[in-house]
């Protein structure tokens, strides 16, 4: 199966991003395909260059960074919400890119099932 996972939420103020990720993972692990992960409203926080959580808590950013290099997952950040949070080109890590609702909208088109972490 083919899946698109939406994530809403930012990485260390909700468990939607953690959950996300361990989806994704355990998704993989059963043979089946990410199309793109796309990150939306403050789950576009989770592609910030600029975080530094401390060294015995999870990095969220890391763990997405390597899932998508691993697998090839298409981590997409949404233009318009980013720029409402000061997620830009400058600061975006590796990994991320940046664009727009029609790469949610192909999501819908591409994948089997859309999933969607927080509210």
């Known amino acids: 199966m083919k899946f698109g996972i ?4 930012g990485p260390y103020n909700h468990q939607a991003s953690d959950s996300a990720f361990q989806f994704a993972k355990a ?13 939306y409203y403050d789950g576009v926080n989770n592609a ?3 975080g530094q959580p401390p060294s015995d808590d999870r990095n969220v950013t890391k763990n997405w960074q390597k899932l998508a290099e691993d697998h090839k997952v298409d981590l ?3 233009v318009a919400a980013g720029l409402r949070r000061g997620i830009v080109d400058g ?16 999501s819908g088109i591409q994948a089997d099932r859309i999933v969607t972490f927080g509210d």
Request: aromatic fraction near 10%.
């Open 6 to 9: 939406l994530v809403n939420e």
């Open 27 to 39: 998704a993989l692990e059963k043979g089946h395909e990410i199309f793109r992960v796309f990150f």
């Open 48 to 50: 910030t260059s600029l």
């Open 76 to 78: 997409v950040v949404c």
């Open 91 to 106: 600061n975006l890590a590796p990994g991320f890119r940046i664009s727009g609702l029609g790469q949610l909208i192909e």
